[in-house]
């Protein structure tokens, strides 16, 4: 019987969302096959968590694409990015917490991609005025992951209702956010 890879990596994704300190012989289990099947795919956990970060990458860039950043206003764009991201967000929610993928030589620049796409989302709407200058891009672009690993986790251990879920994150986001008429 072949292996799907695919059904592997989101398995594993499933599994290491919910326990991030998950054996390889938990993750082998979850997707249904053994440990020696899985090492033949993924020589360890670093190779896993590889593949977990180009599959995060790219639903996430997929999902940048859906929410069609350089359409309307700069606030409904970040709801359509949350509403498009939100079935990724518990990948990105542990890697997210992942240091590895973000230090040294091997860092994947589709993270650099990524936080580019996005600060350019908040970068526009500074200056057209919608959002605060005070805050910078890249600063927003770093609570917005925030907010969606923390509302991930909140639905994951029932705190939050997951139709709330995008409710949540951009109520907050863009009420901190959003520029404040002067009096």
Not at 147 to 155: E, K, N, T
């Amino acid at each position: 019987m072949a292996v799907d890879p695919d059904h592997v990596l989101r398995s594993a994704a499933a599994l290491l969302t919910r326990k991030s300190t998950a054996t390889m012989d938990e993750v082998a289990k979850a997707a249904g096959i053994s440990r020696a099947t899985l090492h033949r795919h993924f020589a360890g956990r670093d190779a896993l968590v590889r593949a977990l970060e180009s599959l995060c990458l790219a639903e996430c860039e997929a999902a940048l694409d859906a929410a069609r950043l350089d359409e309307g206003s700069a606030s409904d764009v970040v709801r359509r990015l949350v509403r498009e991201i939100e079935p990724a967000a518990g990948l990105l929610s542990f890697l997210y917490s992942e240091n590895q993928l973000f230090e040294g030589e091997e860092q994947n620049e589709g993270w650099a991609r990524l936080d580019a796409r996005v600060s350019a989302l908040f970068r526009r709407g500074q200056d057209s005025g919608e959002f605060r200058i005070d805050l910078t891009p890249a600063w927003l672009t770093e609570a917005l992951y925030g907010l969606i690993a923390a509302g991930a986790w909140s639905v994951h251990d029932g705190k939050v209702a997951a139709k709330d879920f995008q409710t949540m994150i951009v109520e907050l986001l863009l009420g901190g956010a959003l520029r404040r008429e002067e009096s």
